[in-house]
């Protein structure tokens, strides 16, 4: 398996024991506590009580919970949103599934014009405490249609939380955050995660949301790295110390609301900003960050640093392996980028060793 | 046949809900509302056939035409009037207006602009409610209003499957006024056999074609008792007649998209001069002027009350 | 009865879909397919005699589980093979795979990896072609595949309506295999009454329970026929059974989520076997060389093929 | 009524004669003389054949062309906007109109799962000539579900353009350019633009899709201006000259594809860009121009000018008057964000004068 980080800032950060476990694993351990904890939380969408149980991370959850607390529906994507909306508003707190982020995109609607707003609208006389899990896909063939991150549609709309944990200590902390949360949150999987290993405590805790994390420190540039980019990123910091360069490595984790602070304390050292996103970069969270990076500095006073992004290629993702590859950024692109960044346009040129076997060429399914 | 103590509070709420939505009307030009008004009038007996069968902690959703339905399950008429001028003492401070009249302690669960939107959100509270009964041994019951346009909508189908298959203690209400804005139900239906199609789901279905309010309160009594008791969904089908324009103040038959004899033929029927009729006329003549007193005491709240303050713009964007 | 060629040649297509997809679960092993595969095997019967009967300018659309009815249409096999490989010989040059082919030419309009969303897109395509008639004069159909997990959809009804409202040259089949990736029925449709639902919105509608490819294709011809007469939609719900995981190459019986007893009812009904028995030894021989041939032949072409150069990733995300 | 510009440059740039109309006739032309032009033009939605025709914007149009070409739906958005792909892939060039922007959270997963990818995903072989129009509800209550600009939303996605024209000529201009175009084109009107006045040719004309305008020339500051924002820059230019700056206002009319070019050219020219969206900030167009602008300049070794942007509260909408009005940005909101940028920060602070009546007050309806 593929272990993320090898002395994780889980680690040191919380006082109790650890092992070592799956982001999948790490997630369904935070379901089974709420559960326990919380009468009121429940669990359903397409899939969660088959005997795969979303690549795992519900299995056994009926047995425990029994058919009330977690069920799966039929195919309405639309309706369920607005079944888990409607369920918040009465004071539980629903966690609904979407095995794919795409999907969400049936469900906008109830998302934006109704759990976003519900608390706004009505004064506060209405609270929407929900988490919407969804999950984005990649290799393997997914195609247009089964690989999107679309979270900068979510962190446009006031009202919502957007975050994207990439290591297994963050899933299960920020689940927990998100489920005892009271407004709707967005909780963005990375099918490509859920094998990977990383330190979690024994004992429940909670990863605020808001808070981003420094997850190597570094002199030379940071680098802000979304979900699964986070692993690119994290390997793109080893290639470019080959070469001399310390790279900042930081994850948001939130996306919305987002914390800048740790960000920009990073860039005022650094004083290079490179904003790897796992999605098109239009109106995406990269263009977010920048724009906010530079108000900041303009706010400030003080003279704008280099800034950078890279995401996914502006077209549809195609299946085919060698175009897909191309598609996305990864740790050789995000070296060199760095790299460029840090020694200059007239830098001469240097190509990274091919990275080893990775978690995308392992993956062959199950989707 | 009904008791006169029935008979009176029909009459007093469906009359209340007509005194409001004409003063609405008449102050509309004033610009103190400066918000689009879908009103209900003609269409008072649903709302109140409806909610008057059902107890306060049962609870309602509406469309953005929530005026009666939210005054007929007891939503407080001061906040309404004051959310109608936008006033800081509204429902909603201010912030909802019009389309979207909530009222939670009162079970008025809010409104969406939004046709058919609130169709599902109605159905995960009913699904709450059914967990509720678990431990509380009380079954609560939703009621889910939409028109006949939001019957077109995909979720609604969507819900009803949902419903049944889970037996959720909710009653779906089509207001069937045949109109959607301006568009005739024969250019929206395939068919007209709504409730024949409801009951492939397996859910019980009532389909009422005269808007008599004391029908629509049996039928709902009846299906409030077969709910509780766990029968799962009930849908009801209400004919009626909206008689104004679909949004805003005024009569707009002179605009020649619908038929004046049906018009007419509704209003010969009218609920609210029939159950007078039914009643002496001092209960009458009292019932009329606590409603015309309530009037005044709304509207003058309303007025009175403050704008709210700037800073309310960003509070209540995320609950703590 | 159906005479020999016809038989011979539904025996030959449902065979081809068999093998080819055979022929992918049994090479899926070498990685040659880096793509998701839901295969139709045990299936076939339906896409055969649906397309059997259609033109060749009748269109069908279709789910990701594709490959039965592409071939059935007369999708270019080469091309598909090559897809699926990601080649860029490939139908969509690689850029599509196994979920999405397409080949307008042969009237495969193409297929959706996210459920229910080519049900509207094929409605379009029937009021385009409603419209195209009246010039034209000649009625093209489109059929319109989804599975039970489709019908769940909310897009499903709107289109359904819609196209009974228009009387649209569209033929809606539900391939029901009763299962949703691993969900069966019970679990989302609160009854069975699909086609009694369908049937209230003025459609005609037929139900196959034996999955008989015979009974499929003299039913699409006589839909047919009074579709291009003008009739407006029919709707056709298959019994069926997937005989392998819902994605993947392999048997998953062992996994224990459906009974075994069923499956040998169906694999006892299996249509490809029966059509085979009632053809004489050496046609059949005969087409299971031409199919064995066909097999070799678009793997070679598949495997030979390149791939997509790297610009190809920018060409066609907009369309000048 | 509002009459939107004095001179407008489409007067300049057009040879044939013109005539001062509405923008919603100006739409009205578009749609009689492309559907005369091409019988494979047909327009549907909602009440497009009832007597108030959308606002006027169809009325007519059903007696032209019959009813096979002009004709109501029901409230199936979903479906519809499928039925309009479905339609444009079979060789049709389908004009879908929605009465509200927020209405297309309902169709989202059609727009950008089906009409964005169609075209790419089967390599060219399926065209989707889809023109959707969507209006931008604003004033009178309209509130959080009536009155949402939510096209960053569809810049974000590949294969789907995205154009707002502000005025009359380019609400013709560019209904013909989508009406020919061979891609989905979100057509993005405002209520309040309805009314407003503005020199139109007689002849039939194209306005390019991806061709920003530069609508008044300056020296002093670039104000970027989207969709009704643009009234309120060119409002805000006024209070601007009044003090002695004088602001170039650039609307870019295509949101996508963006046309960068005019726009950096301009802030070479005044060194300081207001973007001033009609919508929410957080990964909007606002982010994505301002991004642009500092990689352009990062580019081309230039100091980055002083960026600034202005949009929506980042809250849903309220429809009490007095939170609507602190909601959005206004004329005497940008000059000061305008005069701020131009006198630095110490300069002393200054009060435009309070606005004569707008479109803004005056609206009180039809919705
Ligand atoms: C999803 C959606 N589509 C369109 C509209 C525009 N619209 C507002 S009210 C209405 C008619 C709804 O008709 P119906 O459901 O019968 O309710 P009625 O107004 O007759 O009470 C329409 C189309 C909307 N608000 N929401
Ligand atoms: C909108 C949507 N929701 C969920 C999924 C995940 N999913 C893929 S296939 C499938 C089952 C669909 O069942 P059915 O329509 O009966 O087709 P079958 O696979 O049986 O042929 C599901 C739930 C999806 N692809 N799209
Ligand atoms: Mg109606
Ligand atoms: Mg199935």
Request: glycine residues 6%; charged residues 25%.
């Amino acid at each position: 398996m593929f272990t993320q980080v090898e002395k994780t800032p889980a680690q040191t950060e919380q006082m109790s024991e650890t092992r070592l476990i799956r982001y999948v694993d790490a997630l369904r351990e935070a379901f089974e506590e709420e559960m326990a904890r919380d009468p009121k939380v429940f669990l359903f969408g397409l899939d969660v009580d088959d005997h795969k149980g979303i690549q795992g991370s519900t299995i056994g959850l009926q047995e425990k919970f029994g058919k009330d607390r977690v069920f799966c529906t039929p195919l309405s994507e639309d309706a369920m949103t607005g079944v888990a909306i409607g369920a918040a508003i009465a004071g539980y707190r629903p966690i609904h599934v979407h095995i794919r982020m795409d999907f969400m995109l049936l469900c906008m609607n109830q998302l934006v014009n109704m759990a976003a707003k519900s608390h706004y609208m009505y004064n506060g006389q209405v609270k929407v405490p929900l988490v919407v899990r969804t999950m984005i896909g990649r290799s393997w063939g997914q195609g247009g249609q089964h690989s999107q991150a679309l979270h900068s549609m979510f962190m446009h709309v006031p009202g919502l939380k957007v975050v994207a944990p990439a290591n297994a200590h963050d899933a299960k902390g920020c689940m927990i955050s998100a489920i005892r949360d009271n407004n709707p949150v967005i909780f963005i999987e990375h099918r490509l995660l859920y094998s990977t290993e990383g330190y979690v405590p024994t004992k429940s805790y909670e990863v605020p949301l808001g808070k981003a994390r420094i997850l190597t420190e570094g002199t030379d540039i940071t680098i802000v790295a979304v979900s699964h980019m986070v692993m690119e990123a994290l390997r793109a910091k080893k290639h470019l110390e080959s070469v001399g360069i310390n790279a900042e490595v930081i994850d948001p984790i939130t996306l919305w609301p987002l914390d800048m602070e740790t960000i920009m304390q990073s860039v005022k050292k650094t004083g290079k900003l490179l904003m790897v996103d796992n999605a098109w970069l239009t109106c995406g969270a990269s263009s977010e960050i920048l724009t906010r990076a530079m108000e900041m500095c303009q706010e400030e006073d003080i003279s704008i640093p280099s800034l950078a992004r890279m995401g996914f290629a502006p077209t549809t993702c195609p299946t085919t392996k060698p175009l897909e590859n191309l598609f996305y950024p990864d740790a050789r692109s995000i070296a060199v980028k760095a790299y460029q960044m840090t020694q200059g346009k007239k830098a001469k040129t240097w190509e990274p060793p091919v990275s080893a076997n990775t978690e995308i060429d392992a993956f062959k399914g199950p989707f | 046949m009904y008791d006169q103590i029935i008979t009176a509070r029909l009459y007093k709420t469906m009359l209340l809900i007509r005194q409001i939505e004409l003063r609405i009307a008449e102050i509309y030009y004033t610009d103190a509302i400066k918000s689009p008004v879908h009103l209900s009038v003609g269409q008072e007996s649903i709302a109140v056939g409806v909610c008057d069968a059902l107890e306060k902690d049962d609870i309602v959703s509406n469309t953005y035409r929530c005026h009666a339905t939210y005054i007929a399950k007891g939503g407080n008429l001061f906040e309404m009037m004051a959310e109608l001028y936008g006033k800081a003492t509204g429902c909603a401070g201010g912030k909802a207006g019009s389309m979207h009249l909530v009222d939670i302690k009162n079970g008025v669960m809010g409104a969406s602009a939004v046709v058919g939107t609130t169709i599902p959100v109605a159905t995960g509270y009913a699904l709450a409610m059914q967990n509720e009964a678990k431990i509380t041994g009380k079954q609560r019951v939703v009621v889910a209003l939409c028109g006949d346009g939001g019957t077109e909508e995909g979720c609604f189908y969507e819900s009803i499957n949902f419903a049944a298959l889970r037996k959720l203690p909710i009653i779906f209400i089509c207001e069937n006024n045949r109109l959607a804005i301006h568009t005739p139900l024969e250019k929206r239906w395939a068919t007209d056999q709504l409730c024949e199609r409801i009951a492939t789901f397996g859910i019980k279905t009532h389909k009422i074609d005269d808007a008599d309010v004391f029908t629509i309160r049996d039928t709902m009594v009846n299906a409030l008792a077969d709910i509780r008791k766990g029968s799962g969904p009930i849908f009801i089908e209400c004919a009626t007649y909206r008689w104004l324009e679909h949004v805003g103040p005024l009569d707009d038959h002179k605009d020649d998209y619908r038929n004046t004899k049906e018009y007419q033929t509704w209003k010969d029927n009218d609920q609210i001069l029939r159950l007078g009729k039914m009643l002496d006329e001092k209960t009458r003549i009292q019932l009329e002027d606590e409603v015309a007193l309530t009037l005044q005491q709304i509207e003058k709240f309303a007025e009175e009350s403050p704008y709210p303050a700037a800073e309310e713009l960003y509070t209540h964007v995320y609950a703590s």
